[in-house]
């Protein structure tokens, strides 16, 4: 049996029973909650690889869920929803989840993205490429996953430290949001292009002096994104 653990906030007893199955049926440990409340409870008393995170809830929404859950932890966030408006898509990412899926999906559809963000979220360095990077005030290690400014560390989610990754060994090259996808992520991540520019959203906030004026990952006009430095 794994000893990785995947916490499943769902209020839908049909599904929350057949993601627990199946999930198990993979090898990972299950703990289902039905509300947001209590799926916050848990989090006092474990450290979950991995939350699967339904949107519409009962008191708490997903969305409201998955806020909380960012103040105090990166772990990797895949929410649910039974709406797959673009609006939904973006807030979610916005917000901090991870990935998205829309309902109704396949167990397959959710086993490839669970195994994909746990080993995002499993700490080993992509390619086996471990060195130490630099670039003005940024420092990241690889190995360590961890990434730092002036000195200080910066939280990351695991996407975010990756497209950090590699916005930094390609830099001084203009880099189209595909290239970013694929390189970044891999080509087993479902996501469009939007996803690229919520994550520099993010990225800008905790890696630029002036987020709104960036020089460090700075706009391609048409194109989409270089790293300067
Ligand atoms: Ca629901």
């Known amino acids: 049996m794994s000893d990785q653990q995947i916490l ?15 999930l ?17 409870n848990v989090l006092q008393q474990e450290a979950p690889h991995l939350i699967v995170l339904d949107v519409m809830l009962p008191g708490l929404d997903g969305f409201e869920v998955c806020r909380r859950v960012r103040t105090t932890s990166n772990v990797p966030i895949l929410m649910l929803t039974a709406r797959g408006e673009e609006v939904d898509r973006v ?14 999906f396949s167990l397959r559809e ?7 963000l746990l080993r995002r979220g499993g700490g080993a360095p992509p390619d086996g490429n471990g060195e130490a990077m630099t670039a003005g005030n940024l420092n990241v290690s ?50 469009d292009e ?8 993010a990225l800008r906030e905790a890696v630029e002096n ?16 270089r790293f300067e430095g």
């Open 8 to 22: 499943v906030v769902e209020d839908e007893e049909n599904l929350a029973e057949a993601l627990k199955f199946n």
């Open 24 to 40: 198990e049926r993979q090898g990972y440990q299950v703990i289902v909650k039905s509300n947001g409340y209590d799926a916050l």
């Open 91 to 104: 807030l979610g990412l916005e917000i901090g989840a991870d990935d998205y899926l829309t309902k109704p």
């Open 110 to 116: 959710l086993q490839a993205r669970v195994r994909a």
């Open 142 to 191: 690889q190995d360590a996953r961890r990434a730092f400014r002036d000195g200080s560390e910066i939280p990351l989610r695991p996407r975010e430290f990756e497209l950090l990754v590699f916005l930094m060994r390609n830099r001084g090259l203009a880099l189209s949001r595909r290239q970013l996808l694929d390189g970044a992520w891999g080509s087993d991540f479902v996501g």
């Open 194 to 201: 939007r996803t690229v520019d919520v994550h520099v959203r």
């Open 210 to 225: 002036d987020p709104h004026n960036p020089v460090r990952i700075v706009t391609v006009r048409g194109i989409g994104y």
